[in-house]
């Protein structure tokens, strides 16, 4: 004799029934799962002509938490003297509460990354930075660009968080990126984003 498992998400999304192992052994382990989402499985056993009794009773489990999803590269909101202003959509993070984000910025002529950190907004917090954030982009992108990727629950929103970065060399390309953070640990890094600071202005004639 052998055995079949069927696994399925058990979010009440439903979603039907996928045959996940066929076999003799009477082990098996799901692999690639999504963090801190809940699963039901089933197992029955088969004959040689591929008949078999009923499924067992479906068997619930939740996937352990993860570190959050990375998040899209930062977009440029507002740059002023030494001072950049950048936003990102906030990821999925995975089973717990993202405490905060850090925005790391590397000067493109030279010098050490620096990082930022950046508090995670609430869900009304987050929602007026979006809003001025979204008021305050204008044509002021030089240079820049930015490419998508994807907080309770696990599943990623559509919250924007803002970070500021500071005391930067005057007229510089530099690297943005961001990640977040919870109690799980650090995720990885969005991928850059490339902007540049405003030029220092001339001295007015003596």
Do not use: M
């Amino acid at each position: 004799p052998s055995a079949a498992a069927d696994g399925s998400p058990a979010d009440g999304s439903g979603q039907e029934w996928v045959t996940v192992f066929h076999g003799r052994a009477c082990r098996y382990e799901a692999r690639s799962l999504r963090p801190a989402q809940p699963y039901a499985f089933r197992v029955r056993a088969e004959t040689g002509t591929g008949g078999g009794r009923g499924w067992s009773e479906p068997l619930v489990v939740v996937t352990e938490a993860a570190v959050p999803d990375a998040p899209e590269p930062p977009a440029l909101v507002r740059r002023e003297g030494g001072s950049v202003v950048v936003e990102w959509v906030a990821p999925a993070c995975n089973g717990r509460h993202i405490s905060h984000y850090e925005l790391q910025v590397e000067p493109q002529q030279g010098g050490a990354p620096r990082l930022f950190p950046v508090p995670a907004p609430s869900s009304s917090s987050a929602a007026a930075a979006a809003l001025a954030a979204s008021n305050a982009t204008g044509s002021q992108a030089d240079g820049g660009g930015a490419a998508p990727s994807s907080s309770s629950g696990g599943a990623a929103s559509d919250a924007k968080v803002v970070g500021a970065a500071s005391d930067l060399p005057p007229d510089c390309h530099c690297l943005f990126r961001a990640r977040a953070v919870n109690a799980v640990g650090e995720g990885p890094w969005s991928a850059p984003a490339r902007f540049r600071t405003q030029a220092t202005p001339p001295s007015p004639p003596a």
